[in-house]
């Protein structure tokens, strides 16, 4: 167990900060493929910028009240590396001819998953969270049922079988919260 590492850092509770769970109301999914991994910065858990390539952009998921989840899991693996698995759970309202066209493509594709929580940390530093970072999402559960969740495609993205991250998720910060709210809203274009 030489690969063993050390907590560096106290668990603390600060009550001054108002803690509260749960999403805002829209996440930006990033096709892997239009990710310019050669920006992306990071610093520890800590995103300090996201670009796409030329001429690609994030689509927005969007929901009421609190029908989009994100969740993340800790990952043992006798002999290999911990890790976690996330996941991005979403609905597609619809069913016209396009709704079902992005239901095939979330089965084929894969993602990562930029969301807006409620919890936005002090000075709102920790108000955007990656999902998938590493090792993409993809579709692990798909379900449609006419008379059930109003005829919603209910669908869970997750991290593939036998790949992890290292972050039970990723924090987004480019510089500000508005310059990174910004980027976010315009579906992380500049």
């Known amino acids: 167990m030489s690969c063993i590492s050390k907590v560096t850092g106290n668990l603390s509770y600060d009550c001054s900060v108002p803690y509260k769970g749960g999403l805002e109301t829209k996440a930006v999914l990033i096709n892997r493929d239009d990710l310019d991994f050669t920006s992306v910065t990071t610093s520890g858990a800590t995103v300090t910028n996201i670009s796409l390539k030329a001429g690609k952009t994030g689509y927005s998921v969007q929901w009421l009240k609190d029908l989009g989840t994100t969740a993340s899991e800790a990952s043992i693996n006798d002999g290999g590396l911990n890790n976690f698995k996330h996941s991005f759970f979403g609905r597609i309202f619809g069913s016209e001819a396009s709704d079902v066209e992005r239901a095939s493509e979330l089965l084929r594709g894969e993602f990562i998953c ?5 919890f936005k940390g002090t000075n709102n530093s920790a108000a955007f ?21 109003d005829g919603s495609f209910l669908f869970t993205l997750a991290t593939p079988e036998n790949y992890g991250e290292p972050y039970v998720h990723n924090i987004w910060l480019e510089t500000s919260y508005s310059t990174t709210k910004t980027k976010f809203d315009n579906l992380l274009s500049a």
């Open 114 to 118: 930029v969301v807006e929580t409620k």
């Open 129 to 149: 969270k990656v999902y998938g970072l590493e090792s993409s999402l993809v579709m692990s559960e798909g379900n449609y049922a006419s008379n059930e969740n």
